[in-house]
Every structure is written in structure tokens, then in C-alpha cells.
């Protein structure tokens, strides 16, 4: 077990909601890595995130809740779990990180390359 894993869930305020045997089971699985990007987790970077997100009704549960790296997290915001999956053209079905490092390039690409939603007029036609 990493030796900062217990300072983090200490310094987690907001979070006492998550059982530190949650955290740490989690860690365990995703084998220290970010479930989206496989970057390896530290004590600065590691976000508990929530796959439903708590705004669309997401709960504290262990199955809802996942691992990921600040960059991923900030990413996702309150997108739930599937849509950033297919989004992001992410495995949908991958219960484990990639083992093979997704640079964050990637994210920024599609980001980019996905055209923007044309909102429609609602005086369009009148
Ligand atoms: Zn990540």
C-alpha cells in the first residue's frame, strides 16, 4: 500500500461520506492508476470521483465511486461515467484502467475535432 494513501484520505474534508477501506480496495483494483488515462495516482493528483455524478443523482456507494486523476476529473465535471466514455471514445465496457498511458493530448484532440452543437434558433422559421 502506497505510504500517502492514508494522508489522503485524512485530508479529504469534504469527502467523509467515503469509507477510507472504500478508497483503499479501489486503489487496489485500478492498480494505482487514473481509470480513464491509466496515470499512475499520487497524493497530489488523485481525485475520488463519482461515476453517476452526485448532481444527476449519483450516491456515495462503493460502486459508484472511482479513482481518477485531476486532469480526468476536470475533464468529466458532472458528465456521468458513459457519456465521457463515449465522448471520449473510451472503452465502455472496462472495469480496469488502460494499460497503456492515454496521453492527455488525446482528450484535448478530440475536444477539438468534435464540432460544437449548434443551438437552434427558436425564432427560426417565424
Ligand atoms: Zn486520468
Known sequence: MEY????WIAG???RKALKPEVIKAKFENQDGRCMYCGRKLNRANMHADHK???KNGG?????NIQLLC???NRLKGSMNDKPFRRYYELDL???VPPLRLIPFSYFDKIKASK???KRKDPYNGF
Open 4 to 7: 500517502w494513501l492514508d494522508k
Open 12 to 14: 479529504q474534508t469534504e
Open 52 to 54: 453517476k455524478s452526485l
Open 59 to 63: 450516491s456515495n456507494t462503493p460502486a
Open 70 to 72: 485531476g486532469y480526468c
Open 93 to 95: 465496457a472496462s472495469k
Open 115 to 117: 464540432p460544437k452543437v
